[in-house]
T-cell receptor
């Protein structure tokens, strides 16, 4: 079975500053990893995913994440945030291959201030 | 325009009533999912279906029911047996090992 922990429930940051949202996972098998963003009263939008290949994954809206197998982490980063990045961000993990449930973290609320 | 639609966006229910939430997808995906989201929490899996005419219980299936008669459609019924149904409900479909989500339905019990 897999589990995922988002280390920060809230991250306040000023506009144009860099940001990192932290995600750690545990699994006894290979994994697929995902970051989703949710704006108020909306569904989840896929930001980026790691299935295989390069450990540095680039996504939409200037976000990127790095899969670190030794540290079992998949932290999300953006070099310069905008007010419009204010949202809830969810990290998710599933076992690779076959059918496996997608397990979500509790979410990190990113608040970008002017 | 491909995607996942959910209706209605907002739904109000009196205690003791059953209500059905709609989920439709035109992505030609085999697998579909229903999740429940409560404030300050991640998503919890209610039911999933990997193929037409087949579905399985997720982690919190009690008080809910589903059907999968067509590939495009996966409706969720919230029954009167669900003790605390007020929540945000999200439907997803899966392609290429990735789940894609609809816009959600917010259900409020009065």
């Amino acid at each position: 079975a897999q589990s995922v922990t988002q280390l920060d429930s809230q991250v306040p940051v000023f506009e144009e500053a860099p940001v990192e949202l932290r995600c750690n996972y545990s699994s006894s098998v290979s994994v697929y990893l995902f970051w989703y963003v949710q704006y108020p009263n909306q569904g989840l939008q896929l930001l980026l995913k790691y299935l295989s290949g390069s450990t540095l994954v680039k996504g939409i809206n200037g976000f990127e994440a790095e899969f670190n197998k030794s540290q079992t982490s998949f932290h999300l980063r953006k070099p310069s945030v905008h007010i419009s990045d204010t949202a809830e961000y969810f990290c998710a993990v599933r076992g690779a291959g076959g059918y496996n449930k997608l397990i979500f973290g509790a979410g990190t609320r990113l608040a970008v201030h002017p | 325009d491909g995607g996942i639609t959910q209706s209605p966006k907002y739904l109000f229910r009196k205690e003791g009533q059953n209500v059905t939430l709609s989920c439709e997808q035109n992505l030609n995906h085999d697998a579909m999912y229903w999740y429940r989201q409560d404030p300050g929490q991640g998503l919890r899996l209610i039911y999933y279906s990997q193929i037409v005419n087949d579905f399985q219980k997720g982690d919190i299936a009690e008080g809910y029911s589903v059907s999968r008669e067509k590939k495009e459609s996966f409706p969720l019924t919230v029954t009167s047996a669900q003790k605390n149904p007020t929540a945000f409900y999200l439907c997803a479909s899966e392609g290429g090992d990735t789940q894609y989500f609809g816009p959600g339905t917010r259900l409020t019990v009065l």
